[in-house]
């Protein structure tokens, strides 16, 4: 089945740029997810990316995809202290699977 | 806009009762899933509903068991509640499943612990 990897822990100052990454192994997923979680709510879907394709951009947000190596990150431009929250990269067809989440600490 | 929206958002259960969590979306989706999410891991996935009128085992179905009762509603039962079924549960649901990958959306979450 499908493995995804991601760092635990990220800490940027608010304006700096933040980039998240993730290694999957499944090369049969056909879409692959950005989740943003904040305490005690639930998953917010904040982009995703076609398998084949390299880059998304979606205002401050960069989805880069390198198909050979399975890596797949997230860049948010200009951090603010509003986008600390936990970041769950997945991947799937059917069904996801998830990785455990960055989490992302903004210091003002 | 309501969504996805699971009831109910909290719960406290001794060991050994039996509880359904309830789960609806207002989205016309036509897939809908059952995870949950424990400290410091992701999510995994319970068991998942393609369509109207079917279910399938996702990675953890052991202790639970699931119910598609319309397009709208996807029920997760605990028969017999174990201490290791503490957790947070989500609910989802996408346009389809499989090969067209529409994204998922989530509920708030039911907040489950058992004694």
């Known amino acids: 089945g499908e493995d995804v990897e991601q760092s635990l822990f990220l800490s940027v100052r608010e304006g700096d740029s933040s980039v998240i990454n993730c290694t999957y192994t499944?090369?049969?997923?056909?879409?692959l997810y950005w989740y943003k979680q904040e305490p005690g709510a639930g998953l917010q879907l904040l982009t995703y990316?076609?398998?084949?394709?390299d880059m998304k951009q979606d205002q401050r947000l960069t989805v880069l995809l390198n198909k050979k190596d399975k890596h797949l990150s997230l860049r948010i431009a200009d951090t603010q202290t509003g986008d600390s929250a936990i970041y769950f990269c997945a991947a799937g067809r059917r069904a996801l699977t998830f990785g455990s989440g960055t989490r992302l600490q903004v210091q003002p | 806009n309501a969504g996805v929206t699971q009831t109910p958002k909290f719960q406290v259960l001794k060991t050994g009762q039996s509880m359904t969590l309830q789960c609806a979306q207002d989205?016309?989706?036509?897939?809908m899933y059952w995870y949950r999410q424990d400290p410091g891991m992701g999510l995994r996935l319970i068991y998942y509903?393609?369509?109207?009128?079917?279910?399938d085992k996702g990675e953890v179905p052991n202790g639970y068991n699931v119910s598609r009762l319309n397009k709208r509603e996807f029920s997760l039962r605990l028969e017999s509640a174990a201490p290791s079924q503490t957790s947070v549960y989500f609910c989802?649901?996408?346009?389809?499943?499989?090969?067209?990958?529409?994204?998922?959306?989530f509920g708030d979450g039911t907040r489950l612990s058992i004694l």
């Open positions: 990316i076609f398998s084949n394709m």
């Open positions: 989802a649901s996408s346009e389809v499943s499989g090969s067209r990958g529409q994204p998922q959306h």
């Open positions: 989205m016309n989706h036509n897939s």
């Open positions: 499944d090369s049969s997923s056909t879409y």
């Open positions: 509903s393609a369509s109207e009128g079917t279910t």
